[in-house]
């Protein structure tokens, strides 16, 4: 049985207002950061003149992925800047010249007709990855000898104030189709299916407006599950099939539907990801919407140009969402590309973890049946590791259901490797 449960709609919060772009920081911080990689080969030296999407540093990994500029300027300096996990990172200052000049590559008027090769090397070059959360280098998954039988277009958007999944659904459907289409062409996949909450009216609509045209690629409307955005999960929900690890065990691949979007200009234009569609939303906010945002872009800047906080109110601020999420110390933070979402919330009641009270809630609700709060009271490694904190896929399920407010998806982290 799938577990899991409904959790606040706040989605409408953010799709009231037409989408802003906000592109005038004075300064980009990029961070030298991908994955769970922090070791790169600078690329470029203070005082160089860069351009858009221009590589400016290569990490030093098994994925040897590239990070590049998301404006043209000056090459200030490099320094040590918090990251989205409140861990200082190293990274590159460039002074915007709000001048955008890059390197024009040229569109291609048919993205079905290159090879699977060469798929995979543009989108490498292009640096894709999961836009989702995990910043996982895309072209990994498409880079080996398995067969893909099935392509699994993730849209369901769990988090309750995330919207940027749901409008570049709705406003860039035709790209996204023709993207799986040439996907499915070029890797010789024989079926796809977009999983999409109920929710999204407006995406289902669209989708069903031009599907027609692509007799392989199914639409199918998820019940509003929280946890169902988990891959294993949606397969399992999906197709009735059990995955023990990874989805491509059993001839499945999944992308998020922003991911296949920078497929698109990846193969279409051969555009790096410099910039991505940001939900700001929550009830500290003045004015919740989504807006473009270069990367490497403060975070207390495009709060300031929509308006700000709210007066009166004590915001937090959480990266990708309340439940998966994770508050950040610093809004000065940049915007990466894992970031769908900010929630800025009014913790107006300073609310404070309570003693457990033993109710088992957290236990009955976690979707890979694991129990935190044993893990969390356990001090022997031993037992530690008998109770397999690692399964746990940071969901928060277990914070979200608790009574006394107890971070127990934290402490659950926490006891990984002990």
Same mark, same amino acid.
């Given at each position: 049985?799938?577990?899991?449960?409904?959790?606040?709609n706040?989605?409408?919060? *953010?799709?009231?207002?037409?989408?802003?772009?906000?592109?005038?920081?004075?300064?980009?911080?990029?961070?030298?950061?991908t994955?769970?990689?922090?070791? #790169?080969?600078?690329?470029? !030296?203070?005082?160089?003149?860069?351009? %858009?999407?221009?590589e400016?540093?290569?990490?030093?990994?098994?994925?040897?992925?590239?990070?590049? +500029?998301s404006?043209?300027?000056?090459?200030?300096e490099?320094?040590?800047?918090?990251?989205?996990?409140?861990?200082?990172?190293? +990274?590159?200052? /460039?002074?915007?010249? #709000?001048?955008?000049?890059?390197?024009?590559?040229?569109?291609?008027k048919?993205?079905?007709?290159?090879?699977?090769?060469?798929?995979?090397?543009? &989108? %490498?070059n292009?640096?894709?990855?999961?836009?989702?959360?995990?910043? #996982?280098?895309?072209?990994?998954?498409?880079?080996?000898?398995?067969?893909?039988?099935?392509?699994?277009?993730?849209?369901?958007?769990?988090?309750?104030?995330?919207?940027?999944?749901?409008?570049?659904? *709705?406003?860039?459907?035709?790209?996204?189709?023709? $993207?799986?289409d @040439?996907?499915?062409?070029?890797?010789?996949i024989?079926?796809?299916?977009?999983a999409?909450?109920?929710?999204?009216?407006?995406?289902i609509?669209?989708?069903?407006?031009y599907?027609?045209?692509y007799?392989?690629?199914?639409?199918r409307?998820?019940?509003?599950?929280y946890?169902?955005?988990?891959?294993?999960?949606? =397969?399992?929900?999906l #197709?009735?099939?059990?995955?023990? !690890?990874?989805p491509?065990?059993?001839?499945?691949l999944?992308?998020?539907? *922003? $991911?296949?979007? +920078?497929?698109?200009?990846?193969l279409?234009?051969?555009?790096?990801? $410099?910039?991505?569609?940001?939900?700001?939303?929550g009830?500290?906010?003045?004015n919740?919407?989504? &807006?473009?945002?270069?990367?490497?872009?403060? &975070?207390?800047? /495009?709060?300031?140009?929509?308006?700000?906080?709210?007066?009166?109110?004590?915001? =937090?601020?959480?990266?990708?969402?309340?439940?998966?999420?994770?508050?950040?110390?610093?809004?000065?933070?940049v915007?990466?590309?894992?970031? @769908?979402?900010? @929630?800025?919330?009014?913790?107006?009641?300073?609310?404070?973890?309570?003693?457990?009270?033993?109710?088992?809630?957290?236990?009955?609700?976690?979707?890979?049946? /694991?129990?935190?709060?044993?893990?969390?009271?356990?001090k022997?490694?031993k037992?530690?590791?008998?109770?397999?904190?690692?399964?746990?896929?940071?969901?928060?399920?277990? *914070?979200?259901?608790?009574? +006394?407010?107890?971070?127990?998806?934290?402490?659950?982290?926490?006891?990984?490797?002990?």
């Amino acid at each position: 049985m799938l577990r899991g449960t409904k959790i606040e709609n706040n989605k409408n919060i *953010s799709v009231k207002t037409k989408i802003k772009k906000y592109d005038k920081p004075d300064y980009v911080y990029i961070p030298l950061k991908t994955y769970k990689n922090n070791k #790169f080969d600078v690329l470029v !030296k203070e005082g160089d003149y860069v351009l %858009k999407g221009q590589e400016i540093a290569r990490s030093k990994d098994k994925y040897d992925f590239p990070i590049h +500029s998301s404006v043209s300027g000056i090459v200030k300096e490099i320094i040590n800047k918090n990251y989205i996990d409140n861990k200082k990172v190293k +990274s590159i200052v /460039i002074e915007n010249d #709000f001048l955008d000049k890059e390197e024009k590559i040229g569109s291609k008027k048919k993205i079905n007709t290159y090879t699977k090769e060469q798929v995979i090397e543009i &989108i %490498k070059n292009c640096g894709v990855v999961g836009m989702s959360g995990d910043n #996982f280098p895309t072209y990994y998954k498409y880079n080996h000898d398995l067969k893909i039988n099935k392509l699994v277009i993730n849209a369901v958007e769990s988090e309750s104030y995330l919207t940027s999944d749901f409008v570049t659904l *709705s406003i860039r459907t035709s790209e996204i189709l023709e $993207t799986i289409d @040439a996907l499915m062409e070029i890797f010789n996949i024989k079926e796809c299916v977009i999983a999409i909450k109920d929710f999204n009216k407006r995406g289902i609509e669209n989708l069903q407006e031009y599907v027609g045209s692509y007799p392989n690629i199914s639409i199918r409307v998820v019940k509003d599950n929280y946890t169902l955005g988990w891959e294993k999960y949606l =397969i399992e929900y999906l #197709f009735n099939i059990k995955v023990k !690890k990874y989805p491509m065990e059993k001839s499945i691949l999944v992308n998020n539907v *922003s $991911t296949i979007y +920078s497929i698109y200009k990846a193969l279409k234009y051969r555009k790096p990801i $410099t910039q991505r569609l940001v939900t700001f939303s929550g009830n500290a906010l003045k004015n919740p919407q989504n &807006i473009i945002v270069k990367i490497g872009t403060p &975070i207390n800047e /495009i709060i300031d140009s929509i308006g700000g906080y709210k007066k009166n109110t004590n915001p =937090i601020i959480i990266v990708n969402g309340p439940i998966m999420g994770n508050m950040i110390v610093d809004d000065t933070t940049v915007i990466t590309k894992e970031v @769908a979402g900010i @929630a800025v919330l009014d913790n107006k009641d300073n609310i404070e973890e309570m003693d457990c009270i033993n109710c088992g809630k957290c236990i009955n609700i976690c979707p890979v049946q /694991i129990s935190p709060v044993l893990i969390m009271d356990e001090k022997n490694n031993k037992n530690i590791k008998r109770l397999h904190p690692e399964k746990c896929i940071n969901c928060g399920l277990c *914070s979200y259901i608790c009574p +006394s407010k107890i971070d127990l998806r934290k402490k659950v982290l926490d006891k990984v490797g002990k």
